[in-house]
T-cell receptor, first 115, second 112 residues
Framework: EAGVVQSPRYKIIEKKQPVAFWCNPI?????LYWYRQNLGQGPELLIR????????DSQLPKDRFSAERLKGVDSTLKIQPAELGDSAVYLC?????????????FGQGTRLTVV | GNSVTQMEGPVTLSEEAFLTINCTYT??????LFWYVQYPGEGLQLLLK?????DKGSNKGFEATYRKETTSFHLEKGSVQVSDSAVYFC???????????FGAGTRLFVKA
């Protein structure tokens, strides 16, 4: 069974440019998460989806970040415009719907470098 | 708010040494506790979990016991191998069970 797939693995952009990350969760997992992991730190939740609905986006910087999950499967996370401080690894994860305290399965992440 | 604090790394051990990575937490209610591991070049994966006080999670020779009285969930392994070299993250999920909060991670190096 395929795991969580993210692309691209690496991205280098100049500040003020836009960037987008894509995630395909595990088949049948209706809960999808986007996390940001800064160097030397643990992941921090940006947004959580239940199907198409963003049920927790309290940590998403809405002035420049946006996310969507059309049809409740794949998701994209966008930054526009990017800032130097956005350099981090962006992780996507998924878990079974409506099952609290269940394991989240993570993708390998997209490492973003803003120069 | 909820938070997780784990010991700073890196931790360097010789093969077959005993491992302890300390983790303490602050939370309201009754969180579930997790240890995730990230091997070089790979994504985070669940190592073990415990969902209530005094539960012991175990996997691959690793163990951790949910201690509510000391708000701790220390990771232990009796004999580490070179292949255990990775970054280990302690985490908790809130009472609702859908928001996972991670510690900063502890890097482990095991020498042959």
């Amino acid at each position: 069974e395929a795991g969580v797939v993210q692309s691209p693995r690496y991205k280098i952009i100049e500040k003020k440019q836009p960037v987008a990350f894509w995630c395909n969760p595990i088949s049948g997992h209706n809960t999808l998460y986007w996390y940001r992991q800064n160097l030397g730190q643990g992941p921090e939740l940006l947004i959580r989806y239940e199907n198409e609905e963003a049920v927790d986006d309290s940590q998403l910087p809405k002035d420049r970040f946006s996310a969507e999950r059309l049809k409740g499967v794949d998701s994209t996370l966008k930054i526009q415009p990017a800032e130097l401080g956005d350099s981090a690894v962006y992780l996507c994860a998924s878990s079974a719907e409506g099952v609290p305290n269940t394991e989240a399965f993570f993708g390998q992440g997209t490492r973003l470098t803003v120069v | 708010g909820n938070s997780v604090t784990q010991m700073e790394g890196p931790v360097t051990l010789s093969e077959e040494a005993f491992l302890t990575i300390n983790c303490t937490y602050t939370a309201t209610g009754y969180p579930s506790l997790f240890w995730y591991v990230q091997y070089p070049g790979e994504g985070l994966q669940l190592l073990l979990k415990a969902t209530k006080a005094d539960d012991k999670g175990s996997n691959k020779g690793f163990e951790a016991t949910y201690r509510k009285e000391t708000t701790s969930f220390h990771l232990e392994k009796g004999s580490v191998q070179v292949s255990d070299s990775a970054v280990y993250f302690c985490a908790l999920s809130d009472t609702g069970g859908f928001k996972t909060i991670f510690g900063a991670g502890t890097r482990l190096f095991v020498k042959a």
